[in-house]
């Protein structure tokens, strides 16, 4: 059953501070919006979010889970392999309408830092 949601989500991190807001879908654990070009995919599995953002050139996945270091991708469209990505989520919590994650992220050999990613949605009436 798909609902038809309302998104705020704000992107925190060394360079980052991005926010969009918009609309988008909530269907079976999973919440889909629109970034510009980017198609964002917000999945919830037991314990753990994975969040891709789909972009025509690339496409990130990264899993939380929390208190643990797991393994994320960084696929470029035109480049036959993946660029492994380290996650490590301090802070997962999942309420009613909002997702907050602490992490912090390497790619292949090189840290990113700290980040913090806030979504709000509500199904729209």
Do not use: C, W
Request: net charge negative; aromatic share 8%; no cysteine.
């Amino acid at each position: 059953d798909m609902s038809k949601i309302k998104i705020k989500a704000h992107l925190q991190g060394p360079d980052t501070n991005h926010m969009v807001e918009g609309s988008g879908i909530a269907h079976d654990h999973k919440l889909l919006y629109q970034d510009g070009d980017i198609k964002v995919i917000v999945a919830f599995q037991d314990e753990k979010v994975i969040l891709k953002r789909i972009h025509p050139e690339y496409q990130l996945t990264l899993i939380f889970l929390e208190q643990q270091t797991t393994s994320g991708k960084y696929q470029l469209m035109n480049y036959s392999s993946d660029i492994p990505l380290s996650i490590t989520t301090n802070r997962l919590q999942v309420s009613d309408q909002k997702l907050e994650v602490d992490y912090h992220l390497a790619i292949g050999d090189e840290e990113h830092g700290h980040f913090t990613f806030i979504l709000e949605y509500e199904v729209k009436v």
